[in-house]
């Protein structure tokens, strides 16, 4: 895999696991078995797989340690929902959020959001990750630690790719991972939701690979020149762009794209908001998710503010008045969340 990986198990494909434990004196039998103990188990050390003989478990945790990060800390909120911070030493050390979703709070499904990047280098200034900018991306063996250590949390029914750092400018990284959650998790395209704003060129290469996953955009506004102000690394990338790239991604993959919107109170809100956004999408087969903004602590002097229920409500039915149907993701499980603005409950996506 990867250069930058360390060498861990997480960091090797199945058949590079094999030739690791043949060099360790193991059968590739066992390098099958300890595979399978950490991705439909969550194993994160060989101490428990009874299955291998116990000299081959301490040489394997000697030579070759199944993933590089640690949990730095953990919150659960009264709903089960579990916050992880995780830490990553590789080139640069850097701290990752993961969010399990218990299917309680989800709906039917059990969900884990997981980070592509440590901090984003897109900067929208309304999300807690854009304030940070970007730390370094993520190698394929540390997005694939984040859904180890959330299987270790229970069993796993979805993915949502919504928390730190921007996919599609971490993708070849990203889709080597979710190729592993796919083929060894087991976890179907359907059942993984990547979001991103949506770069056209990007989009347009990825789709006639037929990847194994959902896609959801964050348009956020109908405007052009807001746009421009919200997604600051999208400047001058027309929306029409980006919504007949989706266009293609449907033509071309058969899924359905979903459109995520943060409502911003006083900036993107307005009923005038909610009748262009419908033109935008207009005589297309496009569900929207309203994401009512979560106040991010750093932006002291915020703008904004997070609309109430019943503004939320009048956007909502605008909306549907004009043939649009949008799911309101309100956060729960926010006591969780001490410092992010974004890995919360709202993330999870319908459990369908
Ligand atoms: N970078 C990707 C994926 C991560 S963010 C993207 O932007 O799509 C996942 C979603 O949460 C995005 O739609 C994003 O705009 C939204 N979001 C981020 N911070 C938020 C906040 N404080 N309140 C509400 N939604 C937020
Ligand atoms: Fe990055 Fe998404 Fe946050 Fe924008 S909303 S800064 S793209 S993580």
Not at 20 to 45: K, M, N, S, T, Y
Not at 235 to 262: C, K, N, S
Not at 277 to 303: G, H, K, T, Y
Request: proline fraction near 6%.
């Amino acid at each position: 895999m990867g250069t930058g990986d360390a060498l861990t198990l997480l960091a090797l494909t199945p058949r590079e696991t094999e030739q690791a434990f043949e060099r360790l004196g193991a059968r590739p039998f066992h390098a099958r078995i300890a595979r399978a103990q950490v991705f439909e188990h969550g194993a994160l050390d060989y101490a428990a797989m009874s299955a291998l003989p116990k000299e081959l478990r301490a040489r394997l945790a000697e030579e070759l340690p199944i993933a590089s990060g640690s949990e730095v800390d953990r919150r659960v909120a009264a709903d089960g929902t579990t916050k992880l911070l995780l830490r990553f030493p590789g080139a640069k050390a850097v701290d990752v959020e993961t969010v399990h979703l218990p299917p309680s709070t989800s709906g039917k499904a059990a969900t884990l959001c997981v980070s592509s990047q440590a901090g984003c280098p897109v900067g929208c200034p309304f999300c807690a990750s854009g304030l940070l900018g970007l730390a370094r991306n993520l190698e394929s063996a540390e997005i694939l630690e984040q859904y180890v250590r959330g299987r270790a949390l229970g069993a796993l029914s979805r993915s949502v790719v919504m928390g730190m750092g921007e996919p599609l400018l971490n993708y070849e990284r990203l889709a080597r991972a979710l190729d592993v959650v796919h083929d060894e998790m087991g976890l179907g395209a359907r059942a993984i939701t990547v979001s991103t704003v949506g770069f056209p060129d990007r989009l347009r290469r990825i789709a006639p690979t037929k990847p194994r996953f959902q896609l959801a955009i964050s348009l956020h506004t109908p405007d052009q020149e807001q746009r421009d102000l919200l997604v600051p690394a999208m400047r001058g990338v027309p929306l029409a762009e980006i919504v007949a790239a989706a266009d293609d991604w449907f033509e071309q993959t058969g899924r359905e794209v979903t459109y995520e919107y943060a409502l911003l109170g006083g900036c993107n809100d307005s009923a005038g908001h909610a009748e262009r956004l419908a033109r935008l999408l207009a005589r297309r087969r496009a569900s929207v998710n309203l994401i009512p903004w979560n106040p991010v602590e750093s932006a002291e002097s915020s703008p904004w503010k997070r609309p109430d229920e019943a503004g939320v409500e009048r956007f909502r039915s605008t909306l549907a008045a004009r043939g649009i149907v949008a799911t309101v993701r309100w956060s729960k499980g926010v006591e969780a969340d001490a410092a992010c603005g974004q890995l919360r409950l709202r993330h999870a996506a319908p459990a369908s």
